[in-house]
C-alpha cells in the first residue's frame, strides 16, 4: 500500500494516519473543516479550561494507552483524581450518590426495595435466546424491573448516547451486556465469571476503566498526531466525489485531484450519505442519511466556590427523564483534573437536548445559561451568575445505535467487500466512545499496512 487518503480529521482519522506513517505508507488526510480534532475541544481562558465535547477519554484498550506513549504525550497524561470517582444520580430532585459496593447498593435511598430484591433476582432470570433484537429498555424491564429502567438506565443512556433506551438496540449500543447475558445467562454472573476472559483480551469495563486527560485538556491529543502529519493534512479541503479506475482512487477537493492506493472515510454518517462516487459498479450511500445524529449543546460554567452548595467532589451527575428536569446530566470538570479552575472556583459542564429534548439544544446562549442554572440552582444549590460561561452547539452529535442499526454495518461490510480500496471507521461504525473510535483508527491501520495488505 504506497499511498492512503483519509477522510476526516477526527481522532479515528488522525489516529489512523498516525500509525499508517509511522509503517512507511504516504497518507494524505482530507478534512472539510478548518481545524482537525472533530469534536475534541478544549478552550483555555486564563485559569479556566472548557472541554466543549467530551471530559474524558475512558483506558478501555491498550491500544488506547499506547497511543499515548507512541505520540509521545504519557507525560502529559493526567488519570482523574481518585477522589473524584463518586457519580451522582439525580432521585427526588437531589443528587445523591451511586453505591460503590454490593452493601451500599442494598442500604441506598436511590431504589426501592423492588428494585433492590430485583437485581438480586436477575442471576436466576432465563436468558432470551430467540434472537430477537430487543432494545436497551426491553432488556432491563425482562431482566431488571421498570423502577430500574426510568431511575437508572435511562440517564445511563442519557450520558453515553444522549439518546432514547426505547429506541437504543441492545447488541449494537451495549453490545458487552448482551455478551454476558449469551455467554453466562445473566448480567451479574458475567461480571463475576467473566473477569478471566477480560484480562486475557486486555479489555477493561468502561465502567472500572481509567479516565484520563492532558495537562491542557483532550485537544492536546489531535493537536499532536496533526502535528506529526505536517502538509499530509489539507484542512478546509472537503472532498467533492471519489472515482475509482485502474489506477487508484482519485479523491478531488476545491485543490484539485489526487490519485491514492485506498481511501479510508473516518468523517460522519450523514456526510457519508451526500459524498458522490464514481464506481464500475454502482455505490449507494443514501441510507446512511437515516441514521439519526440529535442535536447537544456543552454549556460549561464557572463559579466561586461559596456559590455552589453541593461539594461537587465526583465525577458528576445524570439525571433520568422522569425528573422531569431539562439538563442531560453534568460532569464537576474542576474536580476531575487540576487546573480547570482558578483557585477557589469550580467548573461544571452540562450537557443539553439529545434525543431527550433536541428542540433545547439549539437555544441562544443566554437561553441555555438559564436552562442550565435553573437546574443548578435545584440539584446543587448554585447561587448567584457564573463569572466564567462558553457553550458549544453540535446540531448532529452521537449517532444513534437504534434497533435494526446491523443493516447499516452490514451495508458498509456488503461495500467493503464489493469496492476493494474504500473503507470505513469511526464512531458510526465501531462505538460512539472517544476510545473507541481510537481503537477504530489502530485496528483500520493495522490493516491497510504493509504487513497485512488485503
Same mark, same amino acid.
Given at each position: 500500500?504506497?499511498?492512503?487518503?483519509?477522510?476526516?480529521?477526527?481522532?479515528?482519522?488522525?489516529?489512523?494516519?498516525?500509525?499508517?506513517?509511522?509503517?512507511?505508507?504516504?497518507?494524505?488526510?482530507?478534512?472539510?473543516?478548518?481545524?482537525?480534532?472533530?469534536?475534541?475541544?478544549?478552550?483555555?481562558?486564563?485559569?479556566?479550561?472548557?472541554?466543549?465535547?467530551?471530559?474524558?477519554?475512558?483506558?478501555?484498550?491498550?491500544?488506547?494507552?499506547?497511543?499515548?506513549?507512541?505520540?509521545?504525550?504519557?507525560?502529559?497524561?493526567?488519570?482523574?483524581?481518585?477522589?473524584?470517582?463518586?457519580?451522582?444520580?439525580?432521585?427526588?430532585?437531589?443528587?445523591?450518590?451511586?453505591?460503590?459496593?454490593?452493601?451500599?447498593?442494598?442500604?441506598?435511598?436511590?431504589?426501592?426495595?423492588?428494585?433492590?430484591?430485583?437485581?438480586?433476582?436477575?442471576?436466576?432470570?432465563?436468558?432470551?435466546?430467540?434472537?430477537?433484537?430487543?432494545?436497551?429498555?426491553?432488556?432491563?424491564?425482562?431482566?431488571?424491573?421498570?423502577?430500574?429502567?426510568?431511575?437508572?438506565?435511562?440517564?445511563?443512556?442519557?450520558?453515553?448516547?444522549?439518546?432514547?433506551?426505547?429506541?437504543?438496540?441492545?447488541?449494537?449500543?451495549?453490545?458487552?451486556?448482551?455478551?454476558?447475558?449469551?455467554?453466562?445467562?445473566?448480567?451479574?454472573?458475567?461480571?463475576?465469571?467473566?473477569?478471566?476472559?477480560?484480562?486475557?483480551?486486555?479489555?477493561?469495563?468502561?465502567?472500572?476503566?481509567?479516565?484520563?486527560?492532558?495537562?491542557?485538556?483532550?485537544?492536546?491529543?489531535?493537536?499532536?498526531?496533526?502535528?506529526?502529519?505536517?502538509?499530509?493534512?489539507?484542512?478546509?479541503?472537503?472532498?467533492?466525489?471519489?472515482?475509482?479506475?485502474?489506477?487508484?482512487?482519485?479523491?478531488?477537493?476545491?485543490?484539485?485531484?489526487?490519485?491514492?492506493?485506498?481511501?479510508?472515510?473516518?468523517?460522519?454518517?450523514?456526510?457519508?450519505?451526500?459524498?458522490?462516487?464514481?464506481?464500475?459498479?454502482?455505490?449507494?450511500?443514501?441510507?446512511?442519511?437515516?441514521?439519526?445524529?440529535?442535536?447537544?449543546?456543552?454549556?460549561? /460554567? %464557572?463559579? &466561586?466556590?461559596?456559590? #455552589?452548595?453541593?461539594? *461537587? @467532589?465526583?465525577?458528576?451527575?445524570? =439525571? +433520568?427523564?422522569?425528573?422531569?428536569?431539562?439538563?442531560?446530566?453534568?460532569?464537576?470538570?474542576?474536580?476531575?483534573?487540576?487546573?480547570?479552575?482558578?483557585?477557589?472556583?469550580?467548573?461544571?459542564?452540562?450537557?443539553?437536548?439529545?434525543?431527550?429534548?433536541?428542540?433545547?439544544?439549539?437555544?441562544?446562549?443566554?437561553?441555555?445559561?438559564?436552562?442550565?442554572?435553573?437546574?443548578?440552582?435545584?440539584? /446543587? %444549590?448554585? &447561587?448567584?451568575?457564573? #463569572?466564567?460561561?462558553? *457553550? @458549544?452547539?453540535?446540531?448532529?452529535? =452521537? +449517532?444513534?445505535?437504534?434497533?435494526?442499526?446491523?443493516?447499516?454495518?452490514?451495508?458498509?461490510?456488503?461495500?467493503?467487500?464489493?469496492?476493494?480500496?474504500?473503507?470505513?471507521?469511526?464512531?458510526?461504525?465501531?462505538?460512539?466512545?472517544?476510545?473507541?473510535?481510537?481503537?477504530?483508527?489502530?485496528?483500520?491501520?493495522?490493516?491497510?499496512?504493509?504487513?497485512?495488505?488485503?
Amino acid at each position: 500500500m504506497r499511498s492512503v487518503a483519509i477522510i476526516g480529521a477526527g481522532i479515528t482519522g488522525l489516529t489512523a494516519a498516525f500509525y499508517l506513517k509511522r509503517r512507511g505508507v504516504r497518507v494524505t488526510v482530507y478534512e472539510a473543516g478548518p481545524r482537525a480534532g472533530g469534536v475534541i475541544q478544549s478552550r483555555r481562558d486564563g485559569g479556566w479550561l472548557a472541554e466543549c465535547g467530551p471530559n474524558t477519554i475512558l483506558e478501555t484498550s491498550p491500544k488506547i494507552a499506547q497511543l499515548v506513549r507512541d505520540a509521545g504525550l504519557a507525560a502529559r497524561r493526567m488519570v482523574n483524581d481518585p477522589a473524584a470517582e463518586a457519580r451522582y444520580l439525580v432521585r427526588g430532585q437531589k443528587a445523591i450518590a451511586m453505591p460503590g459496593s454490593p452493601l451500599g447498593f442494598l442500604t441506598t435511598k436511590l431504589f426501592s426495595f423492588p428494585a433492590k430484591l430485583a437485581v438480586l433476582r436477575e442471576p436466576f432470570i432465563k436468558p432470551r435466546r430467540d434472537g430477537v433484537e430487543e432494545s436497551i429498555a426491553q432488556f432491563v424491564v425482562r431482566r431488571f424491573n421498570q423502577e430500574f429502567l426510568d431511575h437508572a438506565i435511562d440517564a445511563l443512556v442519557a450520558g453515553i448516547y444522549a439518546g432514547d433506551p426505547h429506541q437504543l438496540s441492545l447488541p449494537h449500543a451495549f453490545p458487552k451486556l448482551k455478551a454476558l447475558e449469551d455467554n453466562y445467562g445473566s448480567m451479574i454472573k458475567g461480571q463475576l465469571f467473566g473477569a478471566r476472559a477480560r484480562k486475557k483480551s486486555g479489555e477493561v469495563a468502561k465502567d472500572r476503566a481509567a479516565k484520563f486527560s492532558f495537562d491542557e485538556g483532550l485537544q492536546v491529543l489531535p493537536d499532536t498526531l496533526a502535528a506529526t502529519l505536517g502538509d499530509a493534512l489539507k484542512l478546509d479541503s472537503p472532498v467533492e466525489k471519489l472515482a475509482r479506475s485502474a489506477e487508484g482512487w482519485t479523491v478531488t477537493t476545491p485543490g484539485g485531484p489526487a490519485v491514492h492506493d485506498a481511501v479510508i472515510y473516518c468523517g460522519t454518517a450523514h456526510r457519508l450519505a451526500q459524498l458522490r462516487v464514481e464506481n464500475p459498479e454502482p455505490v449507494d450511500f443514501s441510507p446512511f442519511a437515516r441514521i439519526i445524529y440529535p442535536p447537544v449543546a456543552s454549556v460549561v /460554567l %464557572g463559579f &466561586r466556590r461559596e456559590d #455552589v452548595t453541593h461539594p *461537587c @467532589a465526583g465525577f458528576g451527575m445524570l =439525571i +433520568p427523564k422522569i425528573e422531569g428536569l431539562k439538563i442531560l446530566g453534568t460532569i464537576f470538570s474542576s474536580a476531575l483534573f487540576p487546573n480547570r479552575a482558578p483557585a477557589g472556583h469550580v467548573t461544571l459542564t452540562s450537557y443539553v437536548g439529545g434525543a431527550r429534548y433536541p428542540e433545547l439544544a439549539g437555544q441562544t446562549q443566554d437561553r441555555l445559561v438559564e436552562t442550565v442554572m435553573g437546574d443548578l440552582r435545584l440539584l /446543587l %444549590g448554585v &447561587r448567584g451568575r457564573p #463569572v466564567f460561561t462558553h *457553550c @458549544a452547539f453540535y446540531p448532529k452529535a =452521537i +449517532p444513534q445505535y437504534n434497533v435494526g442499526y446491523g443493516a447499516y454495518r452490514n451495508l458498509l461490510t456488503d461495500i467493503e467487500t464489493r469496492t476493494p480500496g474504500l473503507h470505513f471507521a469511526g464512531h458510526y461504525r465501531d462505538g460512539v466512545s472517544l476510545g473507541d473510535s481510537i481503537v477504530s483508527g489502530v485496528n483500520i491501520a493495522e490493516r491497510l499496512s504493509p504487513a497485512n495488505k488485503g
